[in-house]
């Protein structure tokens, strides 16, 4: 098994801080993720996330005018120079302090930064690789507070600045004769945005006390000195030797022009002279106020073209104002937390927004007042995961009581379900993909229906308890949950909805349930250190106890229900018989799962029993290899057979996540604790300090964090096609695929096994042989090239004689064609032939070849439920359009239809 896996989305969280952006066509935003980059496709539905990091989470995004370069920027001022259309990382960069502002000009050759009290520009790197890609123009000064923001005029020769000390600066790219920066001063707090009208040097100036100036800009003539060259003719003498001094003439010219003794000299020459300067200046009708109830502005944009601004409040209200009139388009209140950011498209329809706190991110369309996108992840951390049997489809349950669907092709959530009312503990897809189960703290287990989208069933427990696992028996038939405080096992029926039975046995918390995948065999571990298996429908009362040394937290059965994995506190994996109970085998991973220091660790992670423990395991599709997360950040990936160690994923870099450094800097330490966690942002507003939680509480308000969030990886699991594999963690729900483009293995390769040989026995029409030759160089394009190169009345033929020791791999292409290719039908045909032709062997193949089908039916269901809405659609408007021409016809006169009828030779 190729484990090659590469990190391929992340779909639990959506937005985090900072500011978004669209695309330089409009139809695409850019989101900062923690410390990766989201983009979201507006017009085809689908989302993908660059494939690098920055050092800490994302506070600003810069995108060049012609949309190839974005510089992504972190706290601490470090910076990606990225090839957005290539998805290259092209330079990282520090500028060493931390950025508010950083604008490109409209002309592309430059890009400006706020540094403190200073604005930087920089010449605009290209779009290639260099050692040096950044080159400084030079450096603005004249503020006495930290530049809050920066806007270009639409020539790229004026650029204004904003600041906390509530003044405006307008500076030159290049020095102008008579010009000095203008200083504008007429606000009382600090500046949010500022922005140049269209075609203009008029300016517009937001601030946070939702105060709108309307700068208007005029010409002026100022006199200023020019200081010209001028050649003046001196002439010198010779003296007598003897005189001992030299004496220097008048300095007046001879009649002819010179003398060959004289020399010509270069002084300076005061020449007064004028030059035109732009000013700005203030009326009283140029000043506006928004007068939002005291809420005060938190974030502005402007669509130049159509001078329609965009102000976003703490509130959650957002309105538009048609500049220079001031007038209101609407107000909307879109959420109760304050909108932390918001950006305007090309075309100036559509409106990004994000709510910091919220992790929500909204694109909405103002003309006609709907979304275009409505994406939230889950406001607290995200508990558990289950792939659907399919593989196209991801249920999470979070600490927010929400169960969420998200697709893994578009990377969008298209259903939530809020019936919950306390933490999601366990979620599971029954065996048809038509229903999920949840179980929560609340005590409640929840089965939810995917065509109709609602709770259609509600299990409930005699007595109040806290639900802390969850399985779903094979069959769909029977549900049981296990409790964290009365340590029974409930068990439900699915059809009825009731109670079954009450399995009582263990000493301590449950901390996970599974099915046999089977036999009627239900698996239990507990914090008493033991893992029971009950027999569910068979006459055994008494389970059979396999006792542990330390607490059990996690199990999973191998897809063939052979053998069972428990994980245990003291950091080992144990491997059990499922039919004789006997131990087959343990790995000790407490080395491989050490992560890193938490700020406030006065020992060395190496040194710490905390978090040295899998908390969640999993078996591979093929149950050769099982996967295994804790609470660190990293994710390891065990041989079964040989207990070795495969490989380990880092699933983040994020530094400003606890638990992520090795080593912790002293300097950092100070007498109220680490600095990372002491409170110094001055310029926060009074209401986002107060804590309103109640005493005693630990998590308190969700949205209201106290210390830095910790990096950990609470579930993972295999895809049931066994090319992917997710992970809830803290960043959100990751996932990492098989990338076989970026792959070259080839197989049984020799010296006549070349492209050149291929193409030439394609031209011979020898298309059995050159399919072989592409298996065995094992490269996509090639095997592509050749099978589409297949006539369509041939592919039978070739189906019946394609090699059996290339039909596994064959299958596996077929599927990856099927997700995005448009030769839907041709693809079709070659899958049918090939399941008729070797039908037999396949089903015998065993479970090696189970990948291969998972991959198949999920690329197949996929484009069945694309074309089953789109053929509805067409059934009935075609049966709308023919009753209405019936309608018609009955309803029109007979002679009219008469005069219709006849036709004259003439007419025709």
């Not at 991110?361 to 996108?373: A, D, K």
């Not at 929840?446 to 109709?452: E, M, P, Y």
């Not at 299990?459 to 696992?469: D, E, I, N, R």
Request: aromatic letters at 10%.
């Amino acid at each position: 098994m190729k484990f090659s896996y590469q990190f391929s989305n992340l779909c639990g969280t959506v937005y985090k801080k900072g500011n978004v952006v669209f695309t330089a066509d409009g139809n695409s935003v850019i989101s900062p993720v923690g410390n990766r980059v989201s983009v979201f496709d507006l017009v085809r539905n689908k989302s993908y996330t660059l494939p690098f990091e920055n050092v800490k989470d994302i506070t600003r995004l810069c995108l060049s005018p012609n949309g190839v370069l974005l510089i992504s920027v972190d706290e601490d001022g470090k910076a990606l120079l990225i090839n957005l259309r290539r998805r290259a990382l092209l330079s990282r960069f520090n500028f060493k302090a931390p950025v508010r502002d950083i604008k490109f000009s409209p002309d592309g050759r430059y890009f400006a930064v706020t540094h403190k009290k200073q604005v930087h520009v920089w010449h605009t790197p290209g779009s290639q690789v260099e050692f040096a890609p950044f080159a400084l123009h030079r450096r603005y000064t004249g503020h006495y507070e930290d530049v809050t923001c920066i806007c270009w005029s639409h020539d790229s020769r004026f650029f204004v600045t904003g600041s906390v000390d509530a003044t405006c600066r307008v500076y030159t790219l290049n020095p102008l004769p008579g010009y000095k920066p203008v200083t504008l001063t007429a606000h009382r707090d600090k500046l949010i945005n500022v922005f140049f009208a269209n075609n203009s040097l008029d300016i517009y100036s937001v601030s946070k006390d939702g105060t709108l100036l309307h700068w208007h800009h005029d010409t002026v003539d100022r006199p200023i000195v020019e200081r010209k060259r001028k050649l003046v003719a001196r002439k010198r003498k010779a003296q007598p030797a003897d005189s001992g001094s030299n004496e220097e003439s008048d300095g007046s010219d001879s009649s002819d022009g010179g003398d060959e003794d004289g020399e010509t000299q270069t002084v300076a020459v005061q020449v007064p002279k004028t030059a035109t300067v732009p000013k700005w200046y203030l009326t009283k009708e140029d000043k506006h106020y928004f007068l939002q109830d005291h809420a005060k502005v938190v974030c502005a944009t402007l669509h130049v073209a159509s001078s329609i601004l965009v102000v976003g409040f703490t509130s959650g209200v957002f309105a538009l104002y048609e500049l220079p009139d001031f007038t209101n388009i609407h107000t909307l209140s879109i959420s109760q937390k304050r909108i932390t950011t918001v950006s305007v498209n090309s075309s100036g329809e559509w409106l990004a927004f994000g709510s910091a706190k919220l992790g929500q991110l909204l694109v909405w369309e103002w003309q006609s007042e709907t979304y275009v996108l409505k994406q939230q992840g889950h406001f607290f951390d995200m508990n558990v995961l289950a792939h659907a049997p399919s593989g196209n489809i991801i249920a999470t349950g979070g600490d927010d009581a929400k169960v969420k669907l998200w697709n893994t092709s578009s990377g969008f959530c298209y259903v939530t379900f809020k019936e919950h009312s306390a933490a999601v503990t366990g979620v599971a897809f029954a065996q048809s993909g038509l229903a999920v189960v949840s179980s929560s703290l609340d005590g409640t287990v929840r089965a939810f229906d995917l065509v109709r989208y609602r709770n259609f069933r509600t299990f409930v427990t005699p007595h109040p308890v806290q639900l802390s696992c969850l399985a779903l028996d094979p069959s769909g038939e029977i549900v049981c949950a296990g409790a964290q405080d009365s340590f029974d096992i409930f068990m439900w029926s699915m059809q009825t909805g009731k109670l079954l039975e009450i399995i009582t046995g263990h000493e301590g918390p449950i901390s996970a349930l599974s099915f046999h995948p089977t036999k009627s065999l239900l698996a239990s571990t507990s914090w008493d250190k033991t893992l029971r298996m009950w027999d569910v429908f068979g006459a055994k009362s008494h389970p059979d106890v396999l006792s542990h040394g330390s607490d059990a937290v996690a199990l999973s059965f191998r897809p063939d229900g052979e053998e069972v994995a428990v994980s245990t506190l003291d950091g080992q994996l144990s491997f059990w018989d499922a039919s004789t109970g006997r131990q087959v085998g343990s790995i000790s991973g407490r080395l491989d799962i050490i992560g890193g220091r938490l700020s406030s660790d006065q020992i060395t992670a190496k040194n710490s029993s905390a978090a040295k423990c899998f908390t969640s395991i999993g078996y591979t599709a093929d149950g050769t290899c099982l996967l295994a997360g804790g609470r660190t950040k990293y994710v390891c990936i065990y041989q079964v057979a040989q207990k070795v160690l495969l490989k380990r994923f880092c699933i983040s870099n994020n530094q400003s996540l606890e638990g992520m450094r090795a080593m912790l800097n002293s300097k950092n330490m100070t007498e109220a604790g680490p600095r990372s966690l002491i409170d110094d942002d001055s310029e926060s507003d009074v209401e986002d300090r107060l804590d309103h939680s109640l005493p005693g509480v630990t998590k308190g308000d969700f949205s209201f964090r106290k210390v830095q969030p910790e990096i950990r990886t609470k579930c993972v699991q295999f895809s049931p096609t066994g090319r992917a594999w997710a992970a809830a963690s803290t960043e959100g729900l990751l996932i990492y695929s098989l990338d076989d483009r970026a792959v070259f293995d080839p197989y049984d390769l020799d010296l006549d096994v070349s492209p050149e040989s291929l193409r030439q026995v394609l031209a011979e029409r020898d298309f059995i042989k050159a399919l072989v030759i592409a298996f065995r160089l094992n490269l996509v394009d090639l095997i592509q090239e050749v099978t589409e190169s297949v006539p369509v009345d041939d592919i039978q033929l070739l189906a019946q004689n394609l090699p059996r020791a290339y039909l596994e791999r064959f299958i596996v292409f077929l599927a990856t064609q099927l997700e995005g290719t448009r030769h839907l039908e041709f693809y079709l045909r070659w899958c049918q032939h090939v399941l008729n032709a070797h039908g037999v062997f396949l089903k015998e193949g065993g479970p090696g070849l189970m990948t291969a089908f998972w991959a198949l039916q999920k690329a197949t269901t996929r484009h069945h439920e694309t074309l089953s809405k789109l053929c509805d659609g067409n059934k009935y408007m075609l049966e709308f359009l023919d009753q209405a021409m019936h309608h018609r016809v009955e309803e029109a006169p007979l002679g009219a239809l008469e005069d219709k009828a006849t036709v004259t030779p003439m007419q025709e």
